[in-house]
C-alpha cells in the first residue's frame, strides 16, 4: 500500500475557490491511476476526478465538470484537484486514492480533508 495525505481543505464562501493536493509515498508512482472521491455523513462515497498514467487523461463526475480540474506532478509524487465556482453541496470531506497497475480497484487512500462551503 501506499501512503496518501491530503491537505489544502478548509472554509470558503460560495463562489470561492480551493486547491486541494495529495501526497504519495512509499511505492511507485509510475502506473498509477489516481482519483478523488468525496463523502458527506450519512451518505455514500461518491467519485469526483480520477487522473490515468497514460497521457494523463482525466474523468471527471458530470456536476463538477468545467469547475474542478486534476493534475499531477508524476516527478514530486502529488496530485492536486483545482475547485473553483463552489457551491455549497461540494461541501464534504475530500478523500484521495491511488490504483497500481496490478490493480482495477482504488486500493489506497488518504485520511481525507474537510471543505465547507458556505452560503
Known amino acids: 500500500q501506499v501512503h496518501l495525505v491530503e491537505s489544502g481543505g478548509g472554509l470558503v464562501q460560495a463562489g470561492g475557490s480551493l486547491r486541494l493536493s495529495c501526497a504519495a509515498s512509499g511505492r511507485p508512482f509510475s502506473g498509477y491511476v489516481m482519483a478523488w472521491f468525496r463523502q458527506v455523513p450519512e451518505k455514500e462515497r461518491e467519485f469526483v476526478a480520477k487522473i490515468d498514467w497514460s497521457e494523463g487523461r482525466t474523468y471527471y463526475k458530470d456536476t463538477v465538470k468545467g469547475r474542478f480540474t486534476i493534475s499531477r506532478d508524476n516527478a514530486k509524487n502529488t496530485v492536486d484537484l483545482q475547485m473553483n465556482s463552489l457551491k455549497p453541496e461540494d461541501t464534504a470531506v475530500y478523500y484521495c486514492?491511488?490504483?497500481?497497475?496490478?490493480?482495477?480497484?482504488?486500493?489506497?487512500w488518504g485520511q481525507g480533508t474537510q471543505v465547507t462551503v458556505s452560503s
Open positions: 486514492a491511488a490504483s497500481s497497475p496490478y490493480s482495477t480497484t482504488f486500493d489506497d
